[in-house]
């Protein structure tokens, strides 16, 4: 009698192991779907070539390569990563599956996300190409299947696939499908409803790394689509506040200070942010309040908690600078342009910054180098670029040489924060560096 449990348990084991040794081979059953959703990837991913000469500090000069979607048909456009296509004027070619390269532009550059826009003419879209389904709504989380599609190493038009593994407090997902260079830009597909829920953006650059990447969620790159679209500005706000750090995570928003003028918003030092009234119920981070505050920064209130007490605070924030305005100077070997940092006042830190050096000018023979400040220029303090473009064209035409005064920020640990470089320069060829926003 007491073997009768025994012989049905190995039964059920049997069956249970007949089952999931069915199941492993006969893959069709879970495979099927997958390989229908990378099917369709080819007809909206693209391969993308930017090219950079003179770059901003957030690049490097160099033809890279990476990959983008097709969002909008009917206004050319396709979304990819800020990095993919550069905060630097460049120049971009896009290819579509089985197509030649063809010339597109940028529209838009967020300063915040890693995310852009670029525009190719309508009639350079293949007939085969279609717009890429966009989830824009949904939470996915840990365990959820997704597939990676781009060009990882140069092999074009690859799918890779894995889970959601989490998401950071930068509010990207975390994925373990691999991301490598050339994916980036391209979309992070849910292998249970074939919608894009995400732009694969970076890696972790370790030996000892197994698969951990990132990717900009798509619900905060629908709202920046979505205003867009709507003619409006979705610049992020210029947040002049620092937070506390939340090491217990706690998930909790607390000013630490504020650079804010009051007249904008009347935030204090020890202030909890709990929620963005009528759009966003609960906050969390920085990146949460940011992006809910896209499209409303001239009229919105937010739920706070001040020494107990829970209050509403009207105000308004200045957007971000826009990426594709941004104006810099170029003369001698060396580009100098505008900067912003949230607590820059705290250091008294100019208001430029040497984003590029030549590679064998005269500004590097002199020691000048990327990261540092434009302290002064012939004595004179400048506060923008437009200032220094008429002192150097004038300079240019007299023929003299002019002094320039670098402030740099060399960190703790001596007997200083700065350290400050005069050089005297020849003037050569000024210019501006820009690229129109329209």
């Known amino acids: 009698m007491k073997t009768k449990p025994l012989t049905f348990l190995l039964v059920l084991t049997c069956l249970f192991l007949f089952s999931g040794s069915f199941i492993l081979i006969n893959p069709q059953a879970v495979d ?20 950079i000469t003179i770059p901003y500090i957030e690049d490097d000069k160099e033809t890279s390569n990476g990959a983008g979607f097709l969002i909008d048909r009917n206004r050319g456009w396709v979304l990819t990563n800020a990095h993919v296509v550069s905060h630097s004027p460049s120049i971009h070619k896009i ?3 089985n197509h030649d390269y063809k010339s597109a532009k940028r529209i838009y550059v967020d300063p915040y996300l890693d995310l852009a826009i670029l525009q190719v003419s309508t009639s350079e879209i293949p007939k085969t190409a279609h717009e890429a389904k966009l989830d824009c709504n949904s939470n996915v989380s840990t365990g ?14 690859t799918g890779t696939r894995g889970i959601i593994s989490g998401i950071d407090d930068f509010e990207m997902l975390q994925t373990d499908a691999p991301i490598n260079p050339g994916n980036s830009g391209g979309p992070l597909i849910s292998l249970k409803t074939g919608m894009v829920v995400g732009i694969n953006t970076a890696g972790f650059d370790s030996d000892e790394d197994q698969n951990t990447n990132f990717v900009e969620q798509m619900k905060y790159a629908c709202k920046v689509i979505d205003l867009l679209r709507k003619q409006k500005d979705p610049s992020p706000p210029k947040l002049g506040i620092v937070f506390q750090l939340d090491l217990e995570e706690r998930k909790q928003l607390i000013v630490a200070r504020t650079y804010l003028d009051k007249t904008l918003i009347d935030l204090k030092e020890g202030d909890l942010i709990e929620k963005v009234e009528g759009i966003a119920d609960k906050i969390d981070n920085e990146a949460q309040l940011i992006n809910s505050l ?25 957007p971000m600078d826009l990426v594709l305005k941004r104006r810099g100077i170029f ?5 100098i342009a505008s900067h912003w ?18 590679p064998g000018s005269d500004s590097e023979l002199e020691g000048i180098r990327v990261g540092q400040f434009l302290d002064s220029f012939n004595g004179i303090k400048i506060n923008n670029t437009q200032q220094l473009h008429k002192l150097l064209k004038s300079a240019k035409k007299e023929n003299k040489k002019v ?3 670098l402030k740099a920020l060399i960190g703790s640990g001596g007997p200083g924060y700065f350290q400050y470089l005069e050089v005297e320069l020849k003037v050569k060829d000024p210019k501006e560096i820009h690229q129109t926003y329209k």
Do not use: C, M
């Open 32 to 51: 099927a779907d997958d390989e229908k959703i990378f099917s369709e990837a080819l007809n909206y991913t693209v391969e993308i070539r930017t090219g």
């Open 331 to 335: 003369f001698s070997g060396v580009l």
């Open 403 to 405: 002094v320039v005064k």
């Open 95 to 97: 290819a579509f599956h």
């Open 294 to 318: 896209r499209g409303n920064l001239d009229n919105f209130s937010l739920g706070v908690k001040r020494h107990g007490k829970t209050l509403s605070i009207s105000g308004k924030f200045e």
């Open 144 to 157: 959820h299947p997704v597939g990676a599609f781009g060009h990882p190493w140069g092999y074009s038009f």
């Open 341 to 358: 940092a949230k607590d820059s006042s705290e250091l008294n830190l100019p208001e430029l910054l040497v984003h590029y050096v030549e």
